[in-house]
């Protein structure tokens, strides 16, 4: 069985399952949060009464996060209808973005977009913060309100999206019925070279496969090049298999993962047991490809979809108006990094907005120091707008008060990792997904470039 087989057939009590079986489920942890999070409560309710209780009040994690640095009274609604549930249920896991389990949430935007707004539970982004924060285990089955759900695949475990109604019932049972996706295995050899990033790789798979390539299919990842590649890159690799429709990704589990999960379960008083998966001899695959990486470039998915491949250093007639870095996808503390090496000691030439994907994130970027330098005054001097408010903002549009929504048929590099049309705001605006790396050196030229051309090749010191 393929790593997802192995894992579906122990959550469903079986010995063994095969792609296109139908079996039920044991979900692990349910997540959602403030778009979804309303109207999953209402399946619930309407199912199973209004006075029911959640299968286990321990394992529906509610996160807020998509539309919250915003005046739009009915998205500040939805934070506080998650509070009131939770306070009924006594959830364990809520994060709030205020304070007061009694209060009510408004964003103010005469304190502007840029300094912080929330409270010392606040997570930020669902998908990085349920790592950070403990949630994510390798061998389990994790279910939530978001496509990108599948990002928690780097941690060995099946991670999936759900729609409400699936939600609802998994809130009132803790199971679901699946049907087992086929697999594709892209084997991962070699080593990346500087300027190319796990953002390149991804890119680079859907490119071959196309963004409806992976429809209800499973996407594995090994080979020798996995070593290589940190928690974060795997997670910005498993978050993009939706970006080829796939069901899920997932990693296989080793040291590196132990040292993450250990961690990060021990930190924040999360259950520490899991029982990885490991590959078997006979895994069958429905595709299986090598991907090398020391030979792979700097990619970029152009508009109108995620499977429209082409190199960066292919792209230099296309000009920029917007460059965006953050999101799940490209918003953690090593796309910061990345980025920072890149427009250390220049300026960006067009706008340039920086939205961490969680608090602990900012907290990174304002804590660490290059030759005495933070690497938030990094991204200042060089003319990034960067703001406190860790979250989706612009990821998805949202509306049209977020910060560094695209609300002008313009043209924006980002780092983010969806760009069908209307993605991030306007309609007609054309979105380009690239690596950190990439928009950084996009910035700066003002055009799409090839990072490759503007790498520090300086030791940077760092504390
Ligand atoms: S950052 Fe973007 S992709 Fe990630 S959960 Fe938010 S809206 Fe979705």
Redesign the pocket.
């Known amino acids: 069985m393929t790593l997802t087989e192995k894992l579906l057939a122990r959550a469903a009590g079986k010995a063994t399952v095969s792609a296109g079986e139908n079996i039920w489920v044991k979900a692990d942890i349910l997540m959602t949060h403030d778009v979804c999070g309303p109207g999953t409560i209402g399946v619930f309710q309407r199912e199973f009464g209004a006075k029911a209780k959640v299968w286990d009040r321990h394992r529906v994690v509610i996160i807020p996060?998509?539309y919250i640095f915003t005046a739009d009274s009915r998205s500040n609604r939805n934070v506080d209808l998650l509070r009131e549930f939770a306070r009924d249920q006594g959830l364990t896991y809520f994060y709030d973005v205020i304070d007061d389990p009694n209060g009510t949430w408004k964003f103010d935007p005469a304190r502007g977009p840029l300094r912080r707004q929330y409270g010392s539970r606040y997570a930020g982004?669902?998908?990085a913060a349920l790592p950070q924060k403990g949630h994510t285990r390798p061998g389990e089955v994790l279910f939530g309100t978001?496509s990108?759900t599948c990002m928690a695949g780097a941690f060995n475990q099946f991670a999936t999206g759900i729609g409400n109604t699936d939600a609802g019932f998994v809130m009132g049972t803790g199971k679901l019925l699946l049907k087992v996706p086929e697999t594709m295995r892209f084997r991962l050899e070699g080593r990346l070279q500087p300027g190319v990033m796990a953002k390149d790789i991804i890119l680079h798979a859907i490119g071959e496969i196309g963004f409806d390539g992976a429809t209800y299919r499973a996407l594995q990842f090994e080979g020798s090049g996995i070593a290589g590649l940190s928690m974060d890159d795997r997670m910005t690799i498993a978050n993009m298999a939706i970006e080829a429709g796939g069901k899920n990704g997932i990693f296989p589990y080793d040291a590196r993962t132990a040292e993450y999960v250990d961690t990060r379960t021990r930190l924040n008083g999360t259950r520490t047991h899991y029982e990885p998966v490991e590959p078997d001899a006979d895994q069958r695959f429905v595709y299986d490809s090598v991907i090398d990486l020391d030979r792979l470039e700097p990619t970029v998915a152009c508009h109108p979809d995620p499977g429209q491949r082409k190199l960066a250093r292919d792209l230099g007639d296309v000009q920029l108006d917007r460059a965006y870095i953050?999101?799940?996808?490209g918003?953690k503390t090593s796309d910061f990094v990345e980025f920072a090496r890149v427009v250390r000691g220049r300026r960006v030439r067009i706008d340039t907005f920086g939205v961490p994907?969680t608090p602990e994130i900012v907290h990174d970027l304002q804590t660490t120091r290059w030759a005495g330098q933070t690497l938030w005054d990094i991204l200042l001097a060089a003319g990034v707008q960067l703001t406190e408010n860790a979250g989706?903002a612009a990821?998805?549009g949202g509306p049209v008060d977020t910060f560094g929504r695209v609300n002008a048929p313009l043209r924006c590099i980002s780092a983010?990792?969806?760009n069908f049309p209307g993605r991030m705001g306007h309609k007609e605006s054309q979105i380009f997904l690239a690596s950190p790396a990439t928009v950084a050196a996009s910035a700066i030229a003002g055009h799409i470039a090839d990072p490759r051309e503007y790498f520090s090749t300086v030791p940077v010191a760092e504390s």
């Open positions: 996060d998509h982004v669902c998908h978001d990108h953050g999101s799940c996808t918003g994907a989706c990821c998805l983010t990792n969806r």
